[in-house]
């Protein structure tokens, strides 16, 4: 797979459609974050679910990309509805910037590539930031945050993570690990669709 198939000339139509895919797809990607993120609530695995978020979320943020027109408004969009939800639910409004940085990153990556496969990759791994941003308020707003973990866990939780925010360490390696998930699981989406999407036409 050397290129993800664009989906056609631009009009009102296809800025439609884009829309619609940035709903459903965004929506897939908070279900999905929200899922793996339940393995971070035992406290050793707080700093690895980034990264699975970017194994198991690649192959739909793949055909996500496959399927849209305006990369640069789509993924900005995406990453905004993924902000707007984390902060709905009582994370810190960093987590809206963070993940409009990666939104525009991300579409920036896929404009310039041409949608190429190393350019879809960068853009996996920007939109990457965005999740991976949910423990930087431990370290820009600690008190915040750890009121939020306080109403959701117990104390020995709250505990491990007010240790954890001494060091900076755990947030590089959330980060780190957000981008390797995404750089592995972008080889295995490539493997999927070429197996298995390019006969319906998502690649070529």
């Known amino acids: 797979m050397s290129n993800i198939r664009t989906t056609g000339k631009k009009s009102s139509n296809t ?16 279900i ?3 899922l ?9 695995f707080i700093v690895i679910v980034c990264g699975l978020v970017g194994l198991v979320a690649s192959i739909p943020v793949f055909v996500f990309f496959a399927k849209i027109d305006r990369p640069l408004l789509c993924c900005t969009l995406f990453c905004f509805l993924f902000g707007m939800v984390m902060f709905l639910t009582g994370h810190d409004w960093t987590i809206i910037a963070m993940s409009v940085l990666g939104g525009l990153l991300a579409g920036i990556a896929l404009h310039v590539s041409k949608k190429s496969f190393w350019g879809c990759t960068l853009a996996n ?7 991976s941003s949910m423990i930087l308020p431990l370290w820009t707003n ?12 117990d104390e020995e939780y709250v505990a491990y993570m007010t240790n954890l925010g001494q060091s900076y360490w755990p947030l590089v390696v959330e ?30």
């Open 15 to 30: 800025l439609v459609r884009d829309l619609v895919n940035v709903g459903i797809f965004g929506a897939l990607y908070v």
């Open 32 to 34: 999905i974050s929200f």
């Open 36 to 44: 793996v993120a339940f393995i971070g609530y035992i406290p050793v």
């Open 125 to 131: 791994m920007a939109i990457s930031i965005a999740p």
């Open 142 to 153: 600690t008190e915040q945050y750890l009121e939020l973990a306080a109403s959701m866990c």
């Open 175 to 204: 980060f780190g690990l957000g981008f390797i998930g995404c750089f592995i699981g972008s080889f295995i989406a490539k493997r999927v669709m070429k197996k298995h999407f390019e006969r319906i036409g998502i690649t070529k």
